[in-house]
């Protein structure tokens, strides 16, 4: 369960989340959506205890994340971006972080077998093309078998199988009842993956629901967005 | 707790070095160095040949490179924390030991190990290489005349790395930390030095100096090896602390 | 010249640049302050063995700021240290932008000579008069010459760190290098006393261009011509590197 409660993040004198709260559930897929710039990875960098917040929470079961015992097997997390030192080799960039949790050497064999980049781990990663630098993101965020995955962006780059990949395996996941929070801007592929909509525009919240209540009258995600997109903008100007 | 806490630094230790160990930068980099310093200490030999014999002047000699030797581990030290900001890395080490006071330790301790052994091998090969094409002048070598320059050597380039590292971690940026620091080991400090007689010996790479050098009756205000260890042993704790401290405190 | 202005405009965006001309317009001025209040008795006194040398010195040691300027023009294109982007390769942009890749390098040099050109006169101006401040009457003159020698010098220093960094990608073997061996006690210094051959090393063989030392081994101008041959090599070697290399490897 994460439980984002009242955030607010101010960078100088600009306000990049004003006040935002919102659930992501066990046993459901999470869609977190809205344009460039609304604040989706500051509130991820915030959840993964990357940046400080200037005020309010965000808890992962009710727990800041500097707080868990053991990060890797409790959050799995994929930012965007490689994650990774150019000149190491793929395997040694999974071996290292393997090591700080205490993982054996072959649950990182399991992993680059799980998102197919065996044949590549001894490459080094600035060789790597996009989509196989998110490959190797989701291999260390799956490195611990964490019950919550936190991803940015994560079909950002893949090909059509690794799309469609990302897609039942992030369904599988929540079935077998885990958390998932991902970030997007794409309305068609979060159509098809997610149970629960929170969508996000200049900081605020502006709608929170399952797909059906966020989708209401309009005929698809896109439409509803961008109803909401000229409403909201409607209400600032 | 304490039983997994103790756990906990082994694990995170462990991967500490094999972060280190496995960027191919840093071994480029000790590689380079003791070649490089190879080269220098033949160098200073074949000039310093026609001086005074003896162990004091063998170890005099194959200690002078040590000058330029502190390059290669400066290097050494910002590789090692400013590696952490390419490509991103800093996010998936945080999120992997959000524990950052702790990791940052973890890393010095970390660097002081793969730094230890290295130090002490290419010191002890330039006054080696020194004695071997000096050989005529001196027959015998006084181990104890010897081993503890080399350890006031060994400690000085740690500590110079650590030093190094605790300033790329601060700056985040290879650049500027090594523009910042090779300009004051190279230009700043030794020009200073004839300005600043009086305080000349808190600088840290002055005070380090004697560490290793042996005393020469000519200098006056010389510190103790003891007292330029203390000296330059305050200096990387400060920065280690300052380093630490803003760690915690800014967004990755 | 459209390819040359983009380049001065890269290059005025680059963060860290502000470093370089700090270091370029001011170190100089403070080596020299520093070393004229040094010998300030001497010279009163008509003692001074080092009057040729007083002003000079810091714009033989001040070189850092271009050295700086040269390598970052390069690796910047290569490696940006950015917790967001998955380690920029502005290159490739560059290189679609600009297509001919001699014709980038050669607005590249350019730009970084243009500055560095810019940047000694503003340090020889800083440089002077700090030096004429502390001597007064006693101050050296400053003859164009020897100036030109200087600036002559600074913009092949730059050229050298700017060809190194062509051929490593990387900034910190050449920021090393060349800063190391234009400190007080420099490398090719420590090998003149080797062997005869350390003479004709670019920055020992540029420095007579200007630095009237008691030790001096060539005249100004083949001094000049020793340090402008290696600038030419080690471009010429640096574009057929760059021309023969793919762009991501």
């Not at chain 1, 006040?19 to 344009?35: D, E, H, N, Q």
């Not at chain 1, 959840?47 to 309010?56: E, V």
């Not at chain 1, 309305?187 to 929170?198: I, S």
């Not at chain 2, 605790?166 to 200073?192: D, K, N, Q």
Request: with cysteine; net charge neutral; glycine share 10%.
């Amino acid at each position: 369960m994460l439980t984002i409660n009242n955030l607010v993040k101010r960078r100088g004198t600009q306000e990049i989340l004003s006040g935002i709260s919102f659930k992501a559930r066990p046993g459901r897929v999470t869609g977190f959506l809205g344009p460039n710039g609304a604040g989706k990875s500051s509130t991820l960098r915030i959840l993964l205890g990357l940046d400080r917040a200037t005020s309010g929470s965000a808890l992962i079961n009710g727990k800041p994340f500097a707080e868990l015992h053991n990060p890797l097997a409790t959050v799995g997390a994929a930012l965007d971006g490689f994650g990774a030192h150019r000149m190491r080799t793929g395997r040694a960039h999974l071996r290292w972080i393997a090591l700080a949790s205490g993982l054996s050497r072959s649950r990182v064999e399991e992993v680059l077998e799980i998102v197919g980049l065996t044949d590549v781990a001894g490459k080094r990663i600035g060789n790597y093309s996009l989509g196989m630098g998110r490959r190797l993101g989701m291999a260390a965020a799956l490195l611990g078998d964490p019950k919550i995955l936190v991803l940015d962006e994560p079909v950002n780059g893949l090909d059509p199988e690794g799309i469609r990949w990302i897609r039942t395996f992030l369904r599988e996941r929540a079935e077998s009842g885990n958390t998932v929070l991902l970030s997007s801007h794409l309305m068609g592929e979060l159509e098809e993956t997610v149970d629960d909509v929170v969508i996000i525009n200049h900081g605020k919240i502006v709608a929170d629901g399952t797909l059906e209540e966020v989708i209401g009258n309009h005929s698809t995600l896109e439409e509803a967005f961008f109803a909401l997109m000229s409403e909201n903008s409607g209400n600032t100007a | 707790m304490s039983v997994s806490s103790s756990r906990k630094i082994t694990l995170i230790l462990g991967a500490e070095l094999e972060k280190l160990v496995t960027l191919p930068l840093i071994w480029l980099t000790l590689l380079g160095t003791f070649i490089l310093n190879l080269v220098l200490a033949v160098a200073f030999t074949s000039a310093g040949l026609q001086g005074a014999a003896g162990t004091q002047s063998i170890l005099k000699i194959g200690l002078a490179s040590m000058v330029y030797l502190q390059a290669g581990f400066i290097i050494l030290g910002i590789l090692a924390t400013c590696s952490e900001y390419t490509g991103g890395q800093i996010r998936t080490t945080l999120t992997t030991i959000p524990w950052r006071g702790f990791q940052l330790s973890t890393k010095y301790l970390a660097l002081a190990i793969v730094t230890i052994p290295m130090a002490f091998i290419i010191a002890a090969s330039g006054v080696l290489s020194a004695f071997i094409m000096m050989r005529d002048t001196a027959l015998v070598i006084e181990i104890d005349a010897v081993i503890k320059p080399l350890a006031g050597a060994t400690g000085y380039l740690t500590l110079t790395t650590l030093l190094s590292a605790a300033i790329g971690a601060l700056l985040r940026r290879t650049t500027p930390a090594l523009v910042i620091l090779l300009g004051h080991y190279f230009i700043v400090s030794p020009l200073l030095r004839d300005f600043l007689s009086s305080i000349k010996n808190y600088f840290p790479d002055t005070a380090g100096y004697y560490m290793y050098m042996p005393p020469s009756s000519d200098e006056i205000n010389v510190l103790t090896p003891m007292q330029g260890t203390g000296v330059l042993m305050v200096w990387t704790l400060i920065f280690i602390t300052v380093a630490i401290v803003f760690y915690r405190k800014r967004d990755a | 010249m459209r390819a040359f202005n983009a380049e001065l405009s890269k290059l005025f965006s680059l963060p860290g640049i502000w470093l370089a001309f700090l270091i370029g317009a001011f170190a100089p001025a403070v080596i020299a302050t520093l070393d004229s209040t040094a010998q300030k008795e001497g010279i009163i006194a008509g003692v001074s063995t080092r009057l040729s040398e007083v002003g000079y010195i810091g714009l033989a040691l001040g070189v850092q700021g271009v050295i700086i300027l040269g390598v970052l023009a390069v690796s910047s294109e290569y490696l940006t240290e950015s917790s967001e982007s998955g380690g920029g390769n502005q290159i490739t942009t560059s290189l679609t932008v600009v297509s001919s890749r001699f014709h980038f390098l050669l607005a590249k040099a350019s730009a970084v000579t243009v500055i560095s050109f810019q940047l000694c006169i503003v340090a020889i101006l800083t440089t002077v008069s700090a030096t004429n401040l502390i001597l007064g009457e006693y101050a050296p003159a400053f003859e164009s010459s020897r100036l030109i020698g200087a600036v002559c010098y600074w913009i092949f220093t730059a050229l050298l760190a700017f060809g190194i960094t062509v051929l490593t990608k990387n900034g910190i073997i050449p920021l090393a290098v060349l800063m190391i061996n234009s400190s007080v006690v420099t490398v090719s210094y420590l090998l003149s006393k080797v062997t005869k051959l350390a003479f004709y090393l670019p920055d020992k063989a540029g420095l007579d261009m200007f630095m009237f030392t008691s030790d001096r081994f060539h005249t100004p101008f083949t001094g000049g011509l020793i340090m402008f041959a290696w600038v030419a090599v080690l471009f010429i070697v640096a574009a057929i590197v760059f021309h023969r290399r793919d762009v991501t490897s």
